[in-house]
């Protein structure tokens, strides 16, 4: 099962920042936060990872809270393009753990 | 660079028959899985290659579905025979040690 609750959906005007949230209460030391997004039916797209600490991308920025239980991930001018199914994952460091349990992840839809 | 390489796009198979799904991991990519998502669902992870070996095929729902990685390269995916169920999108992904996962395209496998 997925170690991971986000909202199912959420809509964001075009131009604004998308915030979408995530809970992983149970994650442990070692685990890792991942996103991912796949738009449409496509495979999916790496976005941003972190450990503890906040991290930021060409893409992204990832807010992880102090006690790991939680993270958000913001998009800071959300295009149409963004519209797709975002997945926050929680993934092992060790070999036997790299595999991503997907959730539902959440549908956000970008509005012009 | 090329990415994670599905073949084919598409298959269309009548219940009973045999299909293989190929794919071809980013050249030094020790780690190699395959997931699925069938209609409505979520994806799934099946199962997840070291180099030639399995790491972990706990997903992998019935003995219809075989993997293989001959000499740590490319992979298949068989199955065989063939059932309704077993019509979604396989999508294959591949990492370094302890890197971020490409995903391919997806082979999107319908029986009828």
């Known amino acids: 099962d997925a170690k991971t609750t986000q909202p199912p959906s959420m809509d964001c005007a075009e131009g604004r920042a998308a915030n979408l949230p995530c809970n992983h209460s149970?994650?442990?030391?070692?685990?890792?936060v991942y996103w991912y997004r796949q738009i449409h039916s496509q495979g999916p797209q790496y976005i941003i990872h972190?450990?503890?600490n906040n991290e930021t991308n060409e893409m992204a920025s990832l807010i992880i809270t102090e006690d790991r239980k939680s993270s958000t991930l913001i998009l800071p001018h959300a295009t149409l393009r963004d519209t797709a199914v975002y997945y926050c994952?929680?993934?092992?460091?060790?070999?036997?753990?790299?595999?991503?349990?997907f959730g539902t992840g959440t549908r956000l839809k970008v509005l012009a | 660079e090329a990415g994670v390489t599905q073949f084919p796009s598409h298959s269309v198979i009548e219940k009973g028959q045999t299909v293989t799904l190929r794919c071809d991991p980013i050249s030094g990519h020790d780690n190699l899985y395959w997931y699925r998502r069938v209609m409505g669902k979520e994806i799934k992870f099946l199962l997840h290659?070291?180099?030639?070996?399995?790491?972990?095929e706990s997903g992998m729902p019935n003995n219809r579905f075989l993997a293989e990685r001959t000499g740590g390269t490319y992979s298949t995916l068989k199955v065989q025979p063939a059932e309704l169920e077993d019509s979604g999108v396989y999508f294959c992904?591949?990492?370094?040690?302890?890197?971020?996962?490409?995903f391919g395209q997806g082979t999107r496998l319908t029986v009828v």
């Open positions: 994952i929680v993934r092992g460091a060790t070999s036997g753990t790299y595999k991503y349990i």
């Open positions: 992904a591949s990492s370094p040690e302890s890197g971020k996962a490409f």
């Open positions: 149970t994650i442990s030391g070692n685990e890792y």
């Open positions: 972190g450990l503890k």
């Open positions: 290659f070291v180099k030639e070996s399995k790491q972990d």
